[in-house]
């Protein structure tokens, strides 16, 4: 089956400072990639949808100079968050979309990264 | 914009049946389900696309009833493995999910 990683699994960093956090999709072409953000107890919420060669699509209410999301190849997606802040602190999850899969609309979810800001 | 998940949460015996319903003001391409441990990431159970459709995991299954914008989960015989939070997530035909608030399964020995 398709397989996501993403890298770090867990993060703590300073107030202030930025963090990077890729997600990978490992044995198939990714030309669509989502990033989810789930507080505790909480739902996964949709943060933007990143496409390879081209800007993110951002939800509303996410700040996109704050969450910077690049697709630079069909296999990796980042996500940077800039100038990080306590209540950043957060479950970022990424998803990936294998368009030349038998069920194109099934998303495949990686492992996701504990951020947690200090 | 968010599905609305029933029940909240649900605590069962070993061997007890669940439903669990997802219901959408919108119109529905696909509805997917999954169920997330704590500190963990959603594991995928499965999709439904439009076209009412009834899917299996094990002895877990779900329908979708486009009609009505609904899909259920149905959880039989559950085994303790089967304990976790549920999420439905709704695609309206742009491959974006919107996920419902989830379900909290407990099931006891």
């Known amino acids: 089956g398709a397989v996501v990683s993403q890298h770090p699994s867990r993060v703590i960093c300073k107030s202030g400072t930025s963090v990077k956090i890729e997600c990978r999709s490992l044995?198939?072409?990714?030309?669509?990639m989502f990033w989810y953000r789930q507080f505790p107890k909480q739902s996964l919420m949709l943060m933007a949808t990143?496409?390879?060669?081209?800007?993110?699509?951002?939800e509303q209410g996410v700040e996109k100079d704050k969450f910077l999301i690049n697709h630079a190849s069909l296999t990796l997606s980042t996500l940077t968050v800039t100038s990080a802040h306590p209540e950043d602190s957060s479950f970022y999850i990424c998803?990936?979309?294998?368009?030349?899969?038998?069920?194109?609309?099934?998303?495949?979810f990686g492992p996701g990264t504990r951020l947690t800001v200090t | 914009q968010q599905p609305v998940q029933s029940p909240q949460a649900v605590i069962l015996r070993e061997g007890e049946d669940a439903v669990i319903n997802c219901s959408s003001s919108?119109?529905?391409?696909?509805v997917h389900w999954y169920r997330q441990k704590h500190g963990e990431a959603p594991v995928f159970l499965m999709i439904l696309l439009k076209g009412g459709e009834q899917k299996g995991h094990e002895k877990i299954s779900a329908s979708f009833n486009e009609k009505k914008q609904q899909s259920s989960l149905y959880l039989t015989a559950s085994q303790l493995s089967y304990s976790g939070t549920y999420f439905c997530?709704?695609?309206?035909?742009?491959?974006?999910?919107?996920f419902g608030a989830g379900t909290t399964v407990t099931v006891r020995a």
């Open positions: 919108k119109a529905l391409y696909s």
């Open positions: 044995d198939f072409q990714a030309t669509t």
């Open positions: 997530g709704t695609d309206l035909n742009d491959y974006k999910l919107s």
């Open positions: 998803s990936a979309r294998d368009q030349l899969a038998g069920n194109p609309y099934e998303q495949y």
């Open positions: 990143s496409n390879e060669g081209s800007k993110a699509t951002y």
